[in-house]
């Protein structure tokens, strides 16, 4: 009997992404390169602090290697909801907070929770991308919220304004930006939430690099607000401020009604966070923040260097307030941004990724992850120095 192989034509429809994309495609060509630099991915160069780790280690010796609670450990949830207290005035309980693996698990709860087919759900453009992708399988209709350069890609309300319909469900705030590093203004926020209001709206505070944040900017958090805390939902997690991504552990804070029924999508889909992870999210929380501060610290150096680099090659970007990325424009070197990010991996060994992984449509963006130590930053703004002068000549 000859059995037909499975082919694309198999794949369900929902399923938007079946080319390899752009990101697939560059890391495949990398993998084939010496000596590249790579500036793409979001995965903090640092190791997990020491503490962290010995506290992971000293769960599973006491045997962390069984299922939590769904929500995840009541300790853990107490020290998050301590945390969202002090540090960002949200006033969520312990019972209204679940761990997640990851934030990204934590998004796509809440997608499939509060989302019915042909809501639309406002996402900003640049934006995090994978927020399409859950917004889609969940059945919603992604809108796009174009963001100005001109005003270093900063969300405002009038702008929010100019997309909403009758159809609109949700509202997603990405603080500090991925991919731009934009720290929306306190003052937008507040007429963010207030159109929220107005318009019956759930709001998704996505604060994951809250806590890497320069020159005194300052992440409000809607859910601190009068009112909001009742249609806020906050995601946050361990990944970026204590270089955890591999640890996979995030959560959402949400008003106890809507906890429940994300808790059900959460228990079906993972069923609990790794109850490792959770105790070493324990000890991230609890134990001393030096090291936070060391690698903001770090990030901060780095991003001065790399756009003093810029500055010096002509190229302009979007002023990063938070985060580690630098979003630039390199339109004007004559190549769309997903072209130049090929060429230059292939020609000068530097990997960046294109603006187009992130709902930008223009094609003449790139972003740049400062997750490289100074020097190789340097050499790396060198060989992107030498490229963007060939193109000229």
């Excluded at 934590?106 to 639309?120: N, Q, R, W, Y």
Aim: aromatic letters at 6%.
């Amino acid at each position: 009997m000859t059995v037909a192989a499975l082919g694309p034509q198999r794949i369900a429809s929902r399923i938007k992404l079946k080319e390899q994309s752009i990101r697939t495609k560059m890391l495949d060509i990398a993998a084939g390169l010496e000596d590249v630099i790579a500036l793409g991915r979001g995965d903090p160069d640092f190791d997990t602090p020491a503490h962290i780790v010995e506290a992971g280690q000293k769960a599973l010796g006491n045997g962390a290697t069984h299922y939590t609670h769904p929500a995840g450990l009541p300790a853990l949830r107490e020290a998050i909801s301590a945390y969202l207290k002090a540090d960002c005035g949200a006033d969520y309980g312990a019972d209204e907070i679940v761990v997640t693996a990851g934030a990204q698990e934590a998004m796509f709860c809440a997608m499939l929770a509060l989302i019915e087919p042909g809501d639309e759900v406002i996402v900003p453009s640049p934006g995090y991308n994978t927020y399409h992708q859950h917004i889609e399988l969940a059945g919603g209709k992604v809108v796009i919220l174009p963001l100005a350069f001109e005003n270093d890609f900063a969300l405002t309300a009038e702008a929010l304004e100019k997309v909403l319909t009758p159809r609109s469900r949700m509202i997603c705030l990405i603080n500090p930006s991925n991919p731009s590093g934009t720290v929306t203004p306190p003052e937008e926020v507040e007429k963010v939430a207030r159109l929220a209001v107005e318009r019956d709206l759930i709001l998704v505070s996505d604060e994951i690099y809250s806590k890497l944040v320069f020159d005194g900017h300052r992440v409000l958090s809607p859910a601190s607000l009068p009112g909001l805390k009742e249609r806020t939902i906050t995601i946050n997690g361990f990944s970026k401020a204590y270089a955890m991504t591999g640890w996979r552990i995030g959560y959402f804070a949400a008003p106890k009604p809507l906890a429940a029924a994300m808790t059900e999508i959460h228990h079906g889909l993972a069923i609990c966070a790794a109850a490792v992870s959770q105790h070493a999210a324990l000890a991230a929380l609890t134990g001393p923040q030096d090291c936070v501060a060391m690698m903001r610290d770090t990030y901060d150096e780095r991003r001065r260097v790399t756009c003093a680099a810029l500055d010096a090659m002509g190229v302009p970007y979007a002023t990063p307030g938070g985060a580690f990325y630098i979003y630039a424009k390199v339109g004007a070197t004559g190549l769309p941004a997903s072209e130049f990010c090929l060429r230059l991996l292939e020609e000068e060994r530097v990997m960046l990724f294109p603006g187009t992984l992130y709902g930008d449509h223009t094609d003449d963006f790139v972003r740049l992850s400062l997750l490289q130590p100074k020097d190789r930053l340097i050499e790396a703004t060198e060989r992107m120095g030498r490229f963007v002068q060939q193109l000229a000549a």
